[in-house]
């Protein structure tokens, strides 16, 4: 999708920017403060020397009153002045560039933060490598924005306005032929917005695009490459990479000619009209050392506009990346849930059910329901198994028990307690999950089934043997304290699994769903899971989603879906039973494959 480049949205954008400019900022208004002071102060002793040298000329060298106390005491005055503003522009530099840097850390944490409570209907149209690219380098912009723009625009238009001050004191006239060069300066400012503003933008989205089709390559790969789709993906990264470089070549070619080379010529033009208006005065009219400080003054009155037009385009590419960055801040999180109302779900009633689930109807779109009126009730401890065909709902069904998307209020129950009820971290305590594909950490054993919760040893040594997984990773040369590589490289996937299982059991959940745990791993390790399951049995409600209907052969229930509404239920020889039902023709198919 092409980014919105008109001015509407363009003043959008930077007011979204400053607005997340003054939150990143909120801690540290005391140390802004501090340095937009000596800011000021070193602008004003700045000021001041000019005016020193205008003295020590028209009172001492033009008469030859060669007072040499005082000469020396001017020039003393003017080096002192310079060596404390410099001082203060240090202060100044240093005290900003960690306030920016406390920005993006605080930054950075809130976005990551943030992005761990969107809800899941958010991350089914997001793309990981733009993700990634907000997080990281659009974060990094604040700072441009503090040290490189703000504070560099701030420092620009306080000389500036302490220079006019000071030339107006000393000719007001001569003044007002240097003010002549601000709404020129301004035009161009304009004018360069507008030729640079939709650049900007579109090489901030085509570089998030590069990131997102970077992270989408790598992370497919082994696809690519059996695909032999490298060749096709390589020439759909070069046109993005071409319209990056094309945005990025309109924005240089804006900067070249609007920047410096036009404000130095105006620099010349002021410099020549400045000194032909003096030629064209007597000497009694106006002093030498009063031009001497307009020349001094042009330079500090010019430099500081080019300084301002130059930041223009760090400030285009600042602020369109700190509104994307407040962008996705502003994006709705997952719904808060009052921890006070989940007080009672701890002594859940004992006789409720584990699971409830009446008239649960859900579509993703309007109009578009995937489960069609669901009625199930899951005894507490009971080993249930749903089965169907691909698209008939039992991903959907499982995605609205963990809570990704919301349900009709009061269509599910967890112990008696609605589910919309009970708060974040008691339900993500309750309900354990075993995915498809096993998510692993690049790091050992035990911090993958601990996962960051501090359990200790002899809790994860017990999940892990609950898993089956106990005597495999003592095999391993450091035991559970052994690295398992990225993504779990040195395991097999049967391996990972029961990592997997371990860590779901590691949080001793009252409920264990299983997203077909045993879909990509050997006859081997799926009967090991099922000795697991088996096990559980009566401790753990086990809600197991499963394509090979061997795994769950054993449940207390098998639930069939179909286009979204329960089809039959029942036990595995019940089910066998029914002639030409849904449950028979998914199991003689499998066996047939076998």
Do not use: C
């Not at 859900?362 to 080993?383: E, K, R, S, T």
């Not at 299982?501 to 045993?518: H, N, S, V, Y």
């Amino acid at each position: 999708m092409q980014p919105d480049t008109t001015p509407k949205a363009m003043r959008a954008q930077a007011a979204q920017a400053m607005q997340l400019l003054r939150r990143a900022a909120q801690p540290d208004k005391r140390h802004l403060g501090w340095a937009t002071f000596w800011l000021i102060l070193a602008a004003a002793l700045e000021v001041l020397g000019p005016i020193m040298g205008k003295a020590l000329i028209d009172d001492h060298l033009l008469p030859r009153h060669l007072d040499w106390p005082r000469m020396i005491g001017l020039l003393a005055a003017m080096l002192v002045t310079g060596w404390i503003a410099s001082g203060l522009r240090y202060l100044q530099l240093v005290r900003l560039s960690g306030l920016a840097m406390r920005s993006v850390q605080r930054l950075r944490e809130w976005v990551f933060g943030h992005v761990m409570r969107l809800p899941m209907a958010f991350f089914d149209k997001a793309v990981t490598g733009q993700l990634i690219s907000r997080v990281t380098n659009d974060t990094e912009a604040v700072k441009t924005l503090y040290i490189q723009v703000l504070f560099a625009i701030l420092d620009s238009l306080i000389v500036l306005v302490g220079t006019m001050i000071a030339m107006a004191w000393l000719d007001w006239r001569l003044m007002l032929i240097v003010l002549a060069l601000v709404p020129a300066v301004v035009a161009i400012v304009f004018l360069y917005q507008r030729l640079s503003a939709p650049a900007v933008t579109r090489a901030r989205a085509m570089r998030s695009e590069i990131n997102g089709q970077m992270a989408e390559s790598i992370g497919g790969m082994p696809v690519l490459q059996a695909s032999n789709a490298e060749q096709r993906f390589a020439d759909r990264f070069a046109a993005t990479n071409h319209s990056h470089y094309k945005a990025r070549l309109a924005e240089l070619r804006a900067n070249a000619f609007l920047l410096r080379p036009a404000l130095d010529f105006l620099n010349v033009v002021l410099l020549a009209v400045v000194i032909y208006s003096f030629g064209q005065r007597t000497l009694s009219a106006v002093e030498v050392g009063v031009l001497y400080a307009f020349i001094n003054y042009i330079a500090r009155v010019v430099e500081p506009l080019i300084q301002i037009t130059m930041q223009f385009s760090g400030l285009q590419q600042a602020v369109v990346a700190s509104a994307r960055v407040a962008a996705l801040l502003d994006e709705a999180g997952a719904p808060e849930h009052d921890a006070d109302k989940l007080a009672s779900s701890q002594a859940a009633d004992p006789h409720a059910p584990a699971v409830r689930i009446r008239n649960l109807t859900f579509g993703y779109a309007p109009g578009q329901d995937v489960l069609h009126d669901l009625n199930l009730d899951i005894a507490q401890g009971a080993f249930i198994g749903i089965v169907g065909h691909t698209g008939s709902g039992k991903s959907t069904l499982l995605s609205l028990l963990l809570r990704y998307y919301p349900s009709a209020p009061g269509a599910i129950e967890i112990g008696g307690e609605a589910l919309a009820a009970i708060d974040n971290a008691h339900f993500r305590a309750a309900v354990g999950l075993v995915p498809q594909d096993p998510f692993l950490l690049a790091a050992s054993a035990r911090e993958n089934i601990d996962m960051g919760r501090g359990l200790p040893q002899a809790a994860l040594e017990a999940a892990a043997r609950a898993a089956h997984a106990h005597d495999f990773i003592m095999a391993l040369e450091d035991g559970y304290d052994t690295p398992l590589g990225e993504s779990g490289s040195r395991l097999s996937t049967g391996q990972k699994q029961l990592i997997a299982i371990a860590r779901a059991l590691a949080g001793e959940p009252r409920i264990l769903l299983l997203d077909e745990a045993t879909s990509h791993i050997d006859s081997a390790t799926e009967q090991i899971v099922q000795v697991a399951l088996n096990e559980l049995r009566g401790r753990v409600t086990i809600i197991a989603i499963a394509h090979r209907l061997s795994t769950i052969r054993d449940a207390d229930r098998i639930v069939v879906l179909n286009h979204g509404r329960i089809a039959e239920t029942g036990g595995h020889d019940a089910l066998m039973q029914i002639e030409g039902g849904l449950y028979q023709r998914l199991y003689l198919l499998q066996q047939l494959a076998v």
